[in-house]
């Protein structure tokens, strides 16, 4: 038994229209994903904007309906009903791409990282004043600022207070959906480096959804990289960055800048070549549609999305 | 497009059946019955109570409901208690008047609305811009009562321009011109006083319109490639404008109606709104549910028209 | 874990400070000269009307006075008398006052219950939406006057709060349609969003995280209903189905002049009455469109 196995996750959206708004068709933003995580491990979730990454994420929290498929976490399936409210949801937390809107304009730092607090715990004004200082402090900000609206801070920070009400109840799993994204770039490698001591700290285990390959080597032990809904490659670190098999992974990959400026040349030359494969072989990766083949397994860890040979 | 018209329609009847539903309620929430109108106060109780019974006034509620359906869907209104008539021929002159202010009224909503706005959205913030939004800021706050009856002491009273009650000068043969023409002026301020403040909503409506397409890139477009200016109105922005306009027409019918009230109670104007009034000062319950019910079911036509106009106009409304 | 560097860039981030709600409107008030002679000459007149009604014998104001009908402005009574002798000056002040409250009133109230029923059908959407929409749409079709004239005829134990109760019932479609819109995009914010992870109900979303966000919105929708029901409430008691007899509302007094004799000849009765109206009027709503353009922050002046 995993901590967090999903299996073959589907999430459609109905296209509404016509006659009594009836559903005319579906998109497929999640269209058969299986992956598991291991606890105190971070698994990446890469892949292009609208491949589905987000639509994943909220969908193992509950904020999107599934379609079909199973969420177990530490075995419990969180698809059935019951669960939805009962305390397993506290057991994951989400921290959200966009540090601006998902923080509350109208609410003071102490009213925004107590929310989980007073949903769960009754605590006294003292103690939740307290708690709340500490998890402040935990995030690097002073403790000072719960009085301060959020508007009063950066988009690092704030990423901080998303971060702070995030631990607050101390859970398993955090999704963190491009955490980063948003930030200056010379902001990112801050938050991303103090998320992982929080990790080491609390044993939390992250999805960690990316659309930076160059992010997700930095952060992730596993990686699954994700097309149009479904998954094209799946494997450890060492599988997609110096094995890469899927011809869309390897494009991915050639196209992490160097930072080394003697490889300049090099590197360009290189990523044409990918290039060139990719348009080649495009429709021996692709089906008819465009979409990915069935996973099948390379080695223990790795798998990749190739058509059934004969 | 086809598809939007029949859902609007599958629409348009739960309206009328709940309207009748409230209508209902409101005529059984109503002192007295047709009968406590009808009958001799001398005839003794029982009598009476033997009456309502064969009446079916006893019945459940819902079976009355359904008689009361029943008969309006035969065009049966009910008998008006006051004048013992019946409602469809007390009501037939008054809607007949009703309907020519109504006329008079959007035909001069229009008149005003079309030239005003366009002034003002084509020379925005100029001058005349500024008296004509000047005019709608005011208008947009002023009652229509207070309107009217301002308009009724200044051109009916002091200048005595207009007749100041009516719709025709007694004494005339119908149908003669004298009589057409009497009716015409009594029509005139009545629809007037309407239009002037009905109008306000519109103009201000073209203006914007008008001024936002200015902006456009087609429009942009169009001048890049060397149309006269007037050409660009008049092919481009004024046709882009003036439909939506046209759409509001139903929308206009719905607010008429309170309107009405007002103005031809100040006027004393014979038309479905003074019927209202006096039908319910004189508690002649049937007339008033009539009045309403005929009120409701144009609204609700009139929305109805409109959406249907609007989705041919502007296809985005047709999307939700 | 060191967090001193951190705090040091707390200081030195680019940190913008936003001014609180009320002082956006503030502001825009002040910078806006007409909203703010309007919002002067409201609360003058609120204080004034209140204020005056507290000292004035309403008993002798509305006593019959057979010796003092249709009297012209003088000395004792400064706007003249109506047909019943009582003084026109003092029912114009317990007139404006009550016009006021009641408008006041039944703002609060629609403004309540559009609220609450925007806040639902916005926040679950759906199906629920969907049937609230119509019901909505039914009640914004009915001819608002008759309607509202016939229950105030047929209503038993007819009073100012049964008056009330009725306008409020057909006129909480606006505000709610306005709500219902704004929550509609409000919900699907991250904010909104983590309350639903964090594991908040969406009762205590709705009302705690939601609400807060749009009261700006409200604010200004009121603002601008205000001045809409002291309309409607004059126009009601003109036609006579406004306030309870006992009670004069500045309705009441344009109501005299459907007697053409007081509307050619005796312009005191009707016409600070009139002008009254317009002016509360035009000044609820300049102050509504102030706010409603400190609310939207494309539309500011300052
Ligand atoms: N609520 C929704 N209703 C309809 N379609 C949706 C909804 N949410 C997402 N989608 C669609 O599902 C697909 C996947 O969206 P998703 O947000 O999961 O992509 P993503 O990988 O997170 O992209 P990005 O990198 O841009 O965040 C997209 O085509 C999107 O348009
Ligand atoms: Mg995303």
């Given at each position: 038994m995993g901590f967090l196995e999903v299996e073959d996750l589907k999430v459609y959206f109905p296209i509404k229209g016509g006659l009594f708004n009836r559903t005319l068709g579906n998109i497929k933003a999640?269209?058969?994903?299986?992956?598991?995580?291991?606890?105190?491990?971070?698994?990446?979730?890469?892949?292009?904007?609208?491949?589905?990454?987000?639509?994943?994420?909220?969908?193992?929290?509950?904020?999107?309906?599934?379609?079909?498929?199973?969420?177990?976490?530490?075995?419990?399936?969180?698809?059935?009903?019951?669960?939805?409210?009962?305390?397993?949801?506290?057991?994951?937390?989400?921290?959200?791409?966009?540090?601006?809107?998902?923080?509350?304009?109208?609410?003071?730092?102490?009213?925004?990282?107590?929310?989980?607090?007073?949903?769960?715990?009754?605590?006294?004004?003292?103690?939740?004043?307290?708690?709340?200082?500490?998890?402040?402090?935990?995030?690097?900000?002073?403790?000072?600022?719960?009085?301060?609206?959020?508007?009063?801070?950066?988009?690092?920070?704030?990423?901080?207070?998303?971060?702070?009400?995030?631990?607050?109840?101390?859970?398993?799993?955090?999704?963190?959906?491009?955490?980063?994204?948003?930030?200056?770039?010379?902001?990112?490698?801050?938050?991303?480096?103090?998320?992982?001591?929080?990790?080491?700290?609390?044993?939390?285990?992250?999805?960690?959804?990316?659309?930076?390959?160059?992010?997700?080597?930095?952060?992730?032990?596993?990686?699954?990289?994700?097309?149009?809904?479904?998954?094209?490659?799946?494997?450890?670190?060492?599988?997609?960055?110096?094995?890469?098999?899927?011809?869309?992974?390897?494009?991915?990959?050639?196209?992490?800048?160097?930072?080394?400026?003697?490889?300049?040349?090099?590197?360009?030359?290189?990523?044409?070549?990918?290039?060139?494969?990719?348009?080649?072989?495009y429709n021996d990766y692709f089906d008819s549609e465009g979409l990915a083949y069935g996973l099948q397994s390379v080695s223990d860890t790795h798998l990749v999305a190739l058509p059934e040979k004969g | 497009m086809w598809k939007f018209i029949v859902r609007r329609l599958v629409i348009t009847f739960p309206q009328i059946i709940l309207l009748s539903v409230l209508v209902f309620i409101m005529a059984q929430m109503m002192p007295g019955d047709a009968l406590s109108g009808m009958i001799d106060p001398n005839i003794d109780p029982a009598a009476i109570e033997k009456q309502r019974e064969n009446l079916g006034l006893n019945d459940p509620w819902h079976e009355r409901y359904v008689d009361w359906v029943g008969g309006l869907l035969q065009g049966d209104l009910g008998e008006s208690f006051r004048f013992k008539m019946e409602v469809t021929e007390l009501v037939e002159q008054r809607l007949i008047n009703s309907f020519w202010l109504g006329v008079a009224t959007l035909f001069f909503t229009y008149l005003i609305a079309i030239p005003l706005g366009i002034i003002s959205g084509r020379w925005n913030d100029t001058w005349g811009d500024q008296l004509i939004t000047g005019y709608t800021y005011i208008g947009f706050a002023t009652p229509l009562f207070i309107f009217a009856l301002v308009m009724l002491w200044v051109f009916g009273f002091q200048l005595q321009w207009f007749p100041t009650g009516g719709s025709v000068e007694p004494g005339l043969t119908p149908g003669s011109f004298d009589y057409v023409w009497s009716k015409f002026q009594h029509l005139l301020l009545p629809a007037l006083s309407l239009a002037l403040i009905a109008t306000v909503n519109t103009v201000q409506y073209l203006r914007s319109e008008i001024v936002d397409t200015k902006q456009k890139d087609f429009i942009i477009t169009a001048r890049a490639k060397g149309a006269s200016e007037s050409r660009v109105y008049n092919r481009h922005i004024f046709r882009n404008s003036l439909l939506p306009i046209a759409a509001f027409f139903g929308f206009e019918i719905t607010g008429l109606i309170g309107g009405t009230v007002f103005v031809e109670q100040i006027f004393g104007y014979p038309g479905m709104g003074l019927l209202f009034m006096e039908s319910i000062l004189l508690r002649d319950y049937t007339v008033v549910i009539a009045v309403v019910l005929l009120f409701g079911i144009a609204s609700i036509l009139g929305a109805l028209i409109s959406d249907i106009i609007l989705s041919l106009v502007d296809p985005r409304i047709r999307i939700k | 874990m060191e967090t001193t560097d951190v705090k040091m860039d707390e200081t030195t981030q680019g940190v913008t400070k936003s001014p609180s709600g009320a002082r956006i409107f503030w502001r825009e008030i002040v910078r806006d000269k007409l909203a703010l002679i309007s919002l002067i000459f409201l609360v003058l007149i609120t204080a004034f009307v209140y204020g005056i009604s507290l000292i004035l014998d309403q008993k002798e104001i509305v006593t019959v006075d057979l010796f003092a009908i249709h009297q012209p402005p003088s000395e004792e009574f400064w706007l003249g008398t109506d047909y019943g002798g009582r003084d026109i000056f003092g029912q114009l002040i317990i007139g404006t006052r009550n016009s006021l409250s009641i408008g006041i009133l039944v703002t609060l109230m629609t403004g309540v219950i559009g609220v609450v029923y925007g806040l639902i059908s916005g926040y679950f959407g759906g199906h629920v939406d969907n049937i609230m929409m119509r019901i909505l749409d039914f009640f914004l079709i009915l001819p608002f006057l008759m309607v509202v004239i016939v229950f105030v005829a047929i209503v038993p134990k007819y009073s100012v709060f049964t008056f009330s109760l009725i306008m409020t019932a057909f006129l909480w479609m606006g505000i709610a349609r306005l709500i219902r819109s704004k929550v509609l995009q409000e919900k699907e914010l991250d904010y909104a969003q983590a309350s639903k992870t964090l594991g908040s109900s969406n009762i205590k979303i709705m009302f705690t995280q939601v609400l807060p966000n749009i009261t700006s919105l409200i604010i200004v929708t009121m603002t601008l209903n205000l001045a809409a029901n002291i309309g409607l409430e004059s126009g009601l008691s003109f036609l006579g189905f406004g306030f309870p007899e006992s009670t004069p509302s500045l309705g009441t007094l344009l109501s005299y002049a459907t007697n053409p004799q007081t509307l050619e000849y005796r312009w005191w009765i009707w016409v600070p009455a009139a002008v009254l109206i317009l002016l509360l009027m035009l000044a609820v709503r300049n102050v509504g469109e102030a706010l409603k353009r400190a609310a939207d922050a494309r539309q500011r002046r300052g």
């Open positions: 999640v269209d058969g994903v299986s992956f598991s995580i291991e606890q105190g491990k971070t698994y990446g979730l890469v892949g292009e904007s609208g491949s589905g990454k987000t639509t994943t994420g909220r969908a193992i929290i509950g904020l999107n309906d599934i379609t079909s498929g199973k969420v177990l976490f530490e075995g419990k399936d969180l698809t059935s009903k019951k669960s939805k409210t009962a305390s397993v949801r506290k057991d994951i937390q989400m921290i959200f791409q966009d540090p601006y809107s998902s923080l509350n304009p109208k609410k003071r730092v102490l009213d925004i990282v107590a929310e989980p607090i007073r949903n769960f715990e009754k605590l006294s004004k003292q103690e939740e004043k307290k708690r709340v200082q500490e998890l402040l402090e935990m995030v690097g900000l002073s403790p000072e600022s719960i009085l301060k609206y959020p508007h009063e801070f950066s988009g690092g920070q704030r990423q901080r207070i998303g971060v702070a009400r995030a631990i607050a109840l101390k859970p398993k799993l955090i999704i963190a959906d491009e955490p980063v994204s948003a930030l200056d770039v010379s902001v990112q490698a801050q938050v991303l480096n103090f998320m992982q001591d929080i990790q080491k700290e609390l044993n939390l285990t992250y999805l960690f959804i990316s659309h930076d390959l160059g992010v997700v080597k930095h952060m992730c032990d596993e990686i699954g990289i994700m097309y149009k809904g479904r998954y094209v490659e799946q494997g450890t670190k060492q599988d997609i960055f110096e094995n890469p098999q899927h011809i869309y992974t390897k494009r991915l990959v050639a196209a992490i800048p160097d930072i080394d400026p003697r490889h300049r040349a090099e590197q360009k030359q290189f990523r044409e070549d990918v290039q060139r494969e990719y348009e080649q072989s | - | -």
